[in-house]
Structure formats: structure tokens, C-alpha cells
């Protein structure tokens, strides 16, 4: 992974359309959202929406919900032209720390056994399901 130019930081208004575009483009991973949904939740989650850039470019964004007592992952993506380069990675070790190292929730579908393998290799395990989704747990 070039790590230079790679850049984390929080999400801001105006990174709405980028995120939207990655969202997009990792269907059906994902299910994409309108961009006034992305706009809401990045404005009432600010604390914990992230984006990941190359230069001045978004390559990657997340989005948490804070719980009572941990976090659930809603949505991350890596646009798919920098997949499986180490970006994911190192972007949720930047996220974990920053947020002080919370217990984390996360749904995974089923079919997505990519992410699956992804969440594991970061400690996820599996702690029940819902409907077509794994219900992961780092504690
Ligand atoms: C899941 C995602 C965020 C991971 O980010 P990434 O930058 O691709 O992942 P990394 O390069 O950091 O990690 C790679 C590791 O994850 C797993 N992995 C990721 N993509 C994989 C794939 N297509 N096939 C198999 N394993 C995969 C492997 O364990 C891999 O390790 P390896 O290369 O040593 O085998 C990214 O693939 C993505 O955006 N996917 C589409 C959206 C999505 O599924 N989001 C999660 C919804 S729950």
C-alpha cells in the first residue's frame, strides 16, 4: 500500500457526493442510499464518519452508529479499483484507535463472504444471525 499520500479524516458535508459514488459502486455489497440520507447521517454521526484519500481524492469511507456501549459499523466501503491493496485495513486500524478502541457490531450478508473473511481477519466473530446477515462482534 502507498502510504504517503494515504490520508484518514473525519467526514465532512462535502464529501457527501464522493461517499455516494463509492456507495454506488459497491452494490450490492452494500445498499446504496440516497444522498440526502448519506448528508443526514454524516451530519448526526459526524464523530464517527470516516473517509480514507488518496491526495485530495476519497477512496474509501465509513459510517458508525455510537450505541449505548460500542459502535455498529452501518456502512464502509473501498472504492473497487483500490480493494485488496491493504487500504480496508489500515483504514479500520485508524478508525478502531480513534474512536479509543470501542467494542464494535457488524452486519455482514451472508453472500458477502469477502467481507466475512475481511472481518474476521480483524477479530470479528460471529455471535448469532438475522434473516441473510452474520451478526459480528470485536470486543
Ligand atoms: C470489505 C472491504 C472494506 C475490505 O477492504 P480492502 O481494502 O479490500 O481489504 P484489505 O486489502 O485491507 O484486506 C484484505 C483481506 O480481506 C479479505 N478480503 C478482502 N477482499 C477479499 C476478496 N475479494 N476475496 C477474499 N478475501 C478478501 C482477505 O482476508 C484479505 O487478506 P489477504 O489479501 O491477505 O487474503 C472492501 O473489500 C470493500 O469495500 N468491499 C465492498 C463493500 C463491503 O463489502 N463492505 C462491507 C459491508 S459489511
Known sequence: ???????????????T????????KSAPYITPLPLIVY???????HHSSFVVCIGKRQ????????MLTSYGWFQIAI????????FGTAFFKR???ELNRPKLKALVKKANKSSLKWHKKLGFN????????????LK
Open 59 to 66: 477512496i474509501g469511507f465509513a459510517i458508525l452508529i455510537p
Open 79 to 86: 472504492k473497487p479499483e483500490y480493494r485488496r491493496k491493504g
Open 39 to 45: 448528508a443526514l447521517l454524516i451530519l448526526l454521526f
Open 95 to 97: 478508525i478502531y484507535s
Open 1 to 15: 500500500m502507498p502510504q504517503k499520500s494515504i490520508r484518514f479524516r473525519r467526514a465532512n458535508f462535502l464529501d
Open 126 to 137: 460471529i455471535i448469532g444471525e438475522i434473516f441473510n446477515y452474520w451478526l459480528l462482534e
Open 17 to 24: 457526493v464522493a461517499i455516494k459514488k463509492i456507495a454506488d
